[in-house]
C-alpha cells in the first residue's frame, strides 16, 4: 500500500523569506508525484508534476521540487514567497503507468505573513 | 466545458434525507474521480471511473454511498440517508486517459444538519 506524509501541518513565514514543504511517500512500485495547491475558497490547481526524467522538476508560480528515489521525498521549494502564496498545499502520488487514484498528504497550510 | 464543473456548489440537507451530487468532466476525458474532503482528514479517495465502468470503488465509506456515470460522461454520487459525519467538501476530478494528471472540480460543500 502507498502512503504519504506531509512532515508539517503549518508552515509560517515572512513575506520574501525561502520555503520548504515536506513530503515523504512509501510505496513498493513506481510512482508519480505531485503538488496540489488550494487557495482559499477554491478547487485544486496543479503546481507541478514528476512522471520521469529529471528529477528536478518547476511548476507554476515559482515553484519547485525534487524527487529523491533513494529517501523516497518530494520537497515543494520556493526560494522567496508572496503574501498570494498562502494556500494549502497537498502531496500526492499514483501508482506509475495506470489511470488511478492519488493517495494524499494530510495537507500543509502556509501562511505567508508581511 | 472548459473545466471539472460541479454542481450544486452547496448543499444543506436534513440528516436522513437523500442527496445527490453532479460532476460534469472535462469534454473527452475518459476517467472521472470523486474524493472527499474533511476538515482534519484530508482528501480520500472514493471511487473511480473508466468510461462507464467502475475498476476501483474500495473508497466508498458505506453502501449508503453509490455513483454512476452515463454516456462516458457526466456522473453522479448519491448519498442515501445522510449523516453528519457525511458532512464534507466532495470533489470530483478527471483526465484523459494515458495521461496522470487529474483536474479538479471547485467540489460541493455539503452539510447534514
Known amino acids: 500500500a502507498q502512503s504519504v506524509t506531509q512532515l508539517d501541518s503549518q508552515v509560517p513565514v515572512f513575506e520574501e523569506a525561502p520555503v520548504e514543504l515536506r513530503c515523504n511517500y512509501s510505496?513498493?512500485?513506481?510512482?508519480?508525484l505531485f503538488w496540489y495547491v488550494q487557495y482559499p475558497n477554491q478547487g485544486l490547481q496543479l503546481l507541478l508534476k514528476?512522471?520521469?526524467?529529471s528529477t528536478l522538476v518547476k511548476g507554476i508560480n515559482g515553484f519547485e521540487a525534487e524527487f529523491n528515489k533513494s529517501q523516497t521525498s518530494f520537497h515543494l521549494r520556493k526560494p522567496s514567497v508572496h503574501i498570494s502564496d498562502t494556500a494549502e498545499y497537498f502531496c500526492?502520488?499514483?501508482?506509475?503507468?495506470?489511470?488511478?487514484?492519488?493517495?494524499w498528504g494530510l495537507g500543509t497550510s502556509l501562511a505567508v505573513n508581511p | 466545458g472548459a473545466g471539472v464543473s460541479q454542481s450544486p456548489s452547496n448543499k444543506v440537507t436534513e440528516k436522513g434525507k437523500d442527496v445527490e451530487l453532479r460532476c460534469d468532466p472535462i469534454?473527452?476525458?475518459?476517467?472521472l474521480y470523486w474524493y472527499r474532503q474533511s476538515l482534519g482528514q484530508g482528501l480520500e479517495f472514493l471511487i473511480y471511473?473508466?468510461?462507464?465502468?467502475?475498476?476501483?470503488k474500495s473508497g466508498l465509506p458505506s453502501d449508503r454511498f453509490s455513483a454512476e456515470r452515463t454516456g462516458g460522461s457526466v456522473s453522479t454520487l448519491t448519498i442515501q440517508r445522510t449523516q453528519q459525519e457525511d458532512s464534507a467538501v466532495y470533489l470530483c476530478?478527471?483526465?484523459?486517459?494515458?495521461?496522470?494528471?487529474?483536474?479538479f472540480g471547485a467540489g460541493t460543500r455539503l452539510s447534514v444538519l
Open positions: 514528476y512522471l520521469s526524467g
Open positions: 469534454s473527452g476525458h475518459t476517467a
Open positions: 476530478a478527471s483526465s484523459s486517459s494515458g495521461l496522470d494528471i487529474q483536474y
Open positions: 471511473f473508466q468510461g462507464n465502468s467502475a475498476p476501483d
Open positions: 510505496s513498493s512500485v513506481s510512482v508519480y
Open positions: 500526492a502520488v499514483k501508482n506509475a503507468g495506470n489511470n488511478r487514484k492519488l493517495i
